[in-house]
Every structure is written in C-alpha cells, then in structure tokens.
C-alpha cells in the first residue's frame, strides 16, 4: 500500500472478483472511506459535512478530508448555499455515476497502456 493506506492499481491485480467500491479505491488511490463517502452521496445529493457525518456515523473533520480528496479527484461537486439567517453551508453532490464509471475506465485503460508498454520495451 501507499504511504496514505490507498490501495492502488496494482492492488486489483490478484483479485479475482473485486467489487465496486474496491475497484473505486484502487483506481483513484482513495481509502476505502472515502469511496463510502461517494456512494453515499450518489444516495443523498446535496448533502452538507454534518448530514452526511451523520449518515456515514463518522466525525465531521473525516468526512471533510474525505470530501476534500474527492473534490480533488473530481468525484465531487460542491456548491454554496446561502443560509437565511446570514452565512452559507456547502453542499455536496457525488459526480454523476455514468461519469465516474467512465473515469475509471480511462484511468485503467491508461494504467493497462503504460503495463503494456512496459512489457513491449523490456529487453529492447
């Protein structure tokens, strides 16, 4: 494993029956709770830290790192919600699943190339 505990790409080779969030994990170098984060967005869009901290049983700073990596992995959109009293809250909304299935096609699909070529140039 990485220095963060993600499993990586290489992670799924081996596996004979990897499930979803597994494959999600592995893929994108996210841990395993941060894949949970994204499902459960798929479930509850437009989710702010505190719900979904609530939802997931966790504390409100974890599911903000996890929210912030899969912002930073393209995963998740945020957007800001004006509060009537004054002030804002985020809201979050897991990016759609058709588009990170494809995401994660072209980032094995890329992974596979670079393996294939390591294959094609060894001993030339």
């Excluded at 804002?88 to 980032?107: C, D, F």
Aim: glycine share 6%; charged share 30%; with cysteine.
């Amino acid at each position: 494993m990485a220095e963060s505990d993600a499993p990586e790409i290489e992670d799924l080779v081996g596996v004979d029956e990897p499930n979803f969030r597994h494959v999600l994990s592995c893929v994108f170098g996210i841990q395993d709770h941060e894949s949970r984060t994204y499902l459960t967005l798929l479930d509850n869009p437009g989710s702010t830290v505190a719900e979904l901290a609530d939802e997931l049983d966790r504390d409100r700073s974890n599911v903000n790192r996890s929210l912030t990596t899969l912002l930073e992995k393209g995963l998740v959109d945020r957007e800001r919600r004006l509060l009537d009293p004054g002030g804002y809250v985020y809201q979050y909304t897991a990016t759609p699943l058709p588009e990170a299935k494809e995401m994660l096609h072209r980032t094995l699909d890329e992974w596979v190339d670079r393996v294939h070529d390591a294959i094609d140039d060894f001993g030339t």
